[in-house]
Nanobody, 124 residues
Framework: QVQLVESGGGLVQAGGSLRLSCTAS????????MGWYRQAPGKEREFVAS???????NYADSVKGRFTISRDNAKSTVYLQMNTLTPEDTAVYYC??????????????????WGQGTQVTVSL
């Protein structure tokens, strides 16, 4: 099967930085877009950033100029560098990937997959 595992979350003071990582593993044969979403307490999950295979990035307005998404295709890994963090950035951050994998040698499955989430807490 497929796993997306995030790391890098934690507690940071306002104005600080964190770098999130997410690595996809399994019998994967292709990864298209990868991205990050977040969900704050009592709110719906929202888009943060995405990046295509060629490196084209898109950002939510709320993080433009502060967050940078990047990826290492050879490592099946996507990163989110978060700078100038504010308490409003506090949320569980989820990695997502549009990918294809072999469930067995004769069956290829395509779909969107999610990580388990990593907590980011920004204090005053």
């Amino acid at each position: 099967q497929v796993q997306l595992v995030e790391s890098g979350g934690g507690l940071v003071q306002a104005g600080g930085s964190l770098r999130l990582s997410c690595t996809a593993s399994g019998n994967i044969f292709s990864i298209d877009d990868m991205g990050w979403y977040r969900q704050a307490p009592g709110k719906e999950r929202e888009f943060v950033a995405s990046i295509s295979t060629s490196g084209t990035a898109n950002y939510a307005d709320s993080v433009k100029g502060r967050f940078t998404i990047s990826r290492d295709n050879a490592k099946s890994t996507v990163y989110l560098q978060m700078n100038t963090l504010t308490p409003e950035d506090t949320a569980v951050y989820y990695c997502a990937a549009d990918l294809g994998y072999y469930s067995d040698p004769e069956n290829a499955i395509l779909g969107d997959y999610w990580g388990q989430g990593t907590q980011v807490t920004v204090s005053l």
